[in-house]
């Protein structure tokens, strides 16, 4: 009788499905490129009418695999280096009396170094430094409405080129085709796999996001592209899986720890030569472009070795069993007595067995 233990592992369903024959690659080499396109129009006080392009709303320009797309403005338009007021909602510029300024200290957190007087308006206690700085400062709050709320209708074109140095296997995320319309006119979609041009406002809804709140304040978004290749496949079977999600932490209400925005300044000279400056606080969605993937191809040496771990495993499992069996049941000695039958088969007597032994034998086994 053979006794057998449901718990052991099947090695030919590991060997098979985790693909125990296959050398693998797990060292990817990946180049990432990548454009927006799309134009908006605008009409604001500080900036007047304008029209919105690439150039003016995508940082850096050169196209790599992190990026930011602008979709609201704080401006602050004709600054110049000069003396005026820190701030009101920096504390650390809070004055009563000159002596709370002292010359030549900057302000934390502020807008420039403190001249030594404090302004203050009549009949109020309390003021702010005077301070030297591009003037005037930034005071203005955030905008209830993105500036940029048709951002939503831009495209993002993102061209992936990887390699797997171990197999000299090389494949791009972009459709080998002469027609040199079709990146003009597809779109990527479950379908169209080979074509990585995604619409803005399609990649946020993916991650769960509204587009006129990640607009808003900003954020921080993940492109992961997955290459999981089986190359005793044809190439054509090595096609990338595209993953979205939202990585800056998100918060109910409006928590000071939500969005995403940095500041920058556009410089001039008047007339005269004095230089003065805009400056911009820009919120918007930034990008992470993100590639990993593994390879794996047959190898006999892999393979010979995966066959002999799972012959010794199994090996190993039956010992076991035949360890519980022997030594830990409450029958033992009735399943060790059906173990070595065999042994003691050569006496006549020893080959009955009645039915009450064939009882307890089906209590073991169940």
Same mark, same amino acid.
């Given at each position: ?19 125990? !024959? $296959? ?8 180049? #990432? ?25 995508? #940082? ?17 338009? @004709? ?16 004055? &009563?009396?000159? &002596? ?46 993105? /500036? ?24 791009? +995320? ?10 003009? %006119? ?15 406002? %399609? ?12 607009? /808003? ?5 993940? #492109? ?9 496949? *044809? ?6 899986? =595209? ?11 409006? &928590?000071? &720890?939500?969005? !995403? ?5 556009? =410089? !001039? ?9 805009? /400056?911009?606080?820009? =919120? ?20 010979? #070795? ?26 033992? +000695?009735?399943?060790? @007595? ?11 007597? @020893? ?7 064939? $009882? ?5 086994? *169940?």
């Amino acid at each position: 009788m053979r006794h057998t233990c449901g718990g052991v592992p099947r090695p030919r369903w590991v060997f098979l499905m985790k693909k125990g !024959y $296959q050398d693998t690659d797990t060292s990817l080499q990946s180049s #990432i490129i990548t454009k927006v396109k799309g134009v908006t129009f605008t009409n604001t006080s500080e900036l007047g009418e304008r029209l919105w392009d690439v150039a003016d709303y995508v #940082i850096p320009p050169q196209g790599e695999n992190i990026f930011f797309v602008i979709t609201n403005l704080i401006v602050t338009p @004709n600054q110049r280096q000069e003396t005026c007021a820190e701030s009101e909602s920096i504390p650390n510029a809070v004055c &009563s009396e000159d &002596s709370d300024c002292p010359p030549g200290e900057p302000v934390m957190a502020g807008n420039g170094v403190r001249t030594g007087r404090c302004l203050r308006a009549e009949n109020v206690h309390r003021g702010t430094c005077e301070i030297f700085a591009w003037c005037p400062v930034e005071t203005k709050s955030r905008p209830e409405k993105p /500036l940029l709320s048709k951002a939503e209708d831009f495209t993002i074109y993102i061209k992936n080129f990887i390699r797997f140095p171990k197999f000299n296997f090389s494949k791009t +995320n972009v459709l080998d085709t002469k027609d040199r319309d079709f990146l003009k %006119s597809c779109q990527f979609g479950p379908k169209n796999l080979y074509c990585p041009i995604f619409r803005l406002g %399609s990649v946020v809804s993916w991650t769960g996001s509204n587009f006129q709140e990640i607009a /808003l304040q900003g954020g921080v978004i993940g #492109i992961q592209i997955e290459w999981d290749c089986d190359l005793d496949k *044809a190439p054509s079977e090595c096609n990338p899986r =595209y993953h979205f999600s939202r990585l800056d932490s998100t918060f109910p209400g409006n &928590s000071v &720890s939500s969005g !995403y925005n940095f500041r920058f300044a556009k =410089y !001039y000279r008047d007339a005269d030569g004095v230089e003065f400056r805009t /400056l911009m606080k820009a =919120y918007g969605i930034r990008f992470d472009v993100m590639v990993n993937g593994r390879a794996g191809k047959f190898n006999i040496i892999p393979t010979v #070795i995966n066959v002999a771990s799972g012959v010794a495993l199994m090996g190993v499992g039956s010992f076991i069993c035949d360890l519980v069996l022997i030594y830990f049941i409450k029958k033992s +000695n009735f399943y060790r @007595n059906k173990k070595f039958e065999e042994a003691r088969s050569s006496h006549p007597g @020893n080959a009955k067995v009645n039915v009450e032994q064939l $009882q307890n034998l089906q209590t073991v086994e *169940a």
